[in-house]
C-alpha cells in the first residue's frame, strides 16, 4: 500500500484532497519567492512569506504523520527562522543560501510526486541539502 492511498484510509478524502491541493499551491510558489531572496526590495517579505510555507506544510504533515516530510519542513523552517533575525535594511540573500532553498523546493517536489504517485515509500533524502549555507546574506 503506497502513501496516498494509506492516507486516504486514515484520514477523510476531502482532508487529504484538501492537503494535495495546497500542498501542490505552496511547493510550486516556492520558486520566484527564492529567487527575488536576491534583490533587497523582496527580502523581508519573501523570507516571511517562505517561512510561512514551510511552517503550513510542517504542520500539515504534522496532523497527517508524514514524518519524513514533517522533519524536512521543520528543517527549512528553522533555517528560515534564522533568516528572519537577519533582515535588516538593504539585507539580501546570498547565492549560496538560495541555491540551498532552490535544491530545498525541488526536494518539496519529489515529495509532493510520492505522494501523488502513491509510491510505497518516499524517496531518499538529497544529502547535498546536509550542507547548510554558511551565510545566509550576501556581502553589501
Known sequence: MGILKQLEIDYDVDIVDEFLTH???????????????????????NVNEIFRIFHNIKSACSFLHLDPLFKFAKLCEDLMEDARGKIAPGARASDEF???????????????????????????????????????????
Open 23 to 45: 500542498f501542490s499551491l505552496m511547493s510550486t510558489s516556492l520558486e520566484p519567492l527564492i529567487i527575488n531572496l536576491g534583490r533587497a526590495e523582496y527580502f523581508e517579505n
Open 98 to 140: 538560495i541555491d540551498w532553498l532552490l535544491l530545498a523546493s525541488d526536494e518539496l517536489e519529489l515529495y509532493r510526486k510520492d505522494i501523488e504517485n502513491d509510491a510505497e515509500y518516499f524517496h531518499i533524502f538529497n544529502s547535498k541539502l546536509v550542507l547548510f549555507p554558511a551565510d545566509l546574506i550576501a556581502e553589501k
